[in-house]
């Protein structure tokens, strides 16, 4: 004689189907994450405070964003840092890092998942670090070409920073959908969680780049000082 637990039951007392079971369970896995990616949007939105309007001068967006929407938006934004991470990097004398960093933004598509995202952050963290060496290392050279590398590495992580800023918007418009499950889900949650502090973290990269390139005599865009 075959058991069958209470909860492969319905109300009836019958016996459900695997494929009913299977439905339940992805219905409930749906509705979690859902109220998951709500909860994360709202904390993530108030945690940017007055940043976004210091940077960006506004806190708009697009109503109903997409978790695929956020995710291309958030892409998009990492591109422009890790390629101003490639640029800063090479000016400074870390060509092959450099390099690695251009790679990556290179290899970054619209379609991330959370996976791919947080490799890029790691990419980029560990390029913050190194840069953040070479601006504190007083023998550090930076000759006439590679001045003009750093001043378009500045751009770009001005750009970057702008694209996170103006993301704040979104983050409070995010309404995911309780029926959407998958890599774009995933990835949305991830941005949601991260973006906060990648902005702020961002912001204290670009002071240190500007006081360097100040103190190397480099080219400074008007981009990146009005950040500040």
Not at 21 to 35: A, D, P, R, T
Not at 40 to 63: I, P
Not at 145 to 151: I, Q, R, V
Request: glycine share 10%.
């Amino acid at each position: 004689m075959s058991i069958t637990s209470q909860t492969d039951r319905d109300a009836d007392g019958f016996k459900m189907s695997d494929l009913e079971n299977g439905v339940m369970k992805k219905k409930y896995l749906q509705v979690v994450l859902g109220l998951s990616l709500a909860a994360l949007s709202g904390v993530a939105a108030a945690q940017f405070g007055g940043l976004t309007s210091a940077l960006s001068g506004s806190t708009g967006g697009a109503s109903g964003v997409s978790a695929e929407s956020l995710v291309k938006s958030y892409v998009g934004g990492t591109k422009n840092v890790m390629t101003a991470d490639a640029s800063l990097l090479k000016a400074v004398g870390l060509k092959d890092e450099g390099s690695r960093s251009e790679l990556a933004a290179q290899n970054l598509t619209e379609g991330a998942t959370s996976a791919s995202l947080e490799d890029a952050v790691k990419i980029q963290t560990e390029s913050s670090k190194l840069l953040a060496e070479k601006f504190s290392d007083k023998s550090t050279v930076v000759d006439a070409d590679s001045k003009k590398e750093y001043t378009k590495g500045l751009l770009s992580l001005a750009l970057g920073l702008k694209d996170y800023a103006g993301m704040s918007g979104d983050l409070k418009n995010f309404k995911p959908s309780v029926t959407s499950l998958g890599g774009a889900a995933g990835a949305a949650m991830y941005v949601v969680k991260t973006l906060p502090d990648s902005t702020s973290n961002l912001l204290s990269t670009l002071k240190k780049a500007v006081e360097f390139a100040r103190e190397k005599k480099i080219e400074v865009p008007k981009e990146a000082t009005s950040l500040l």
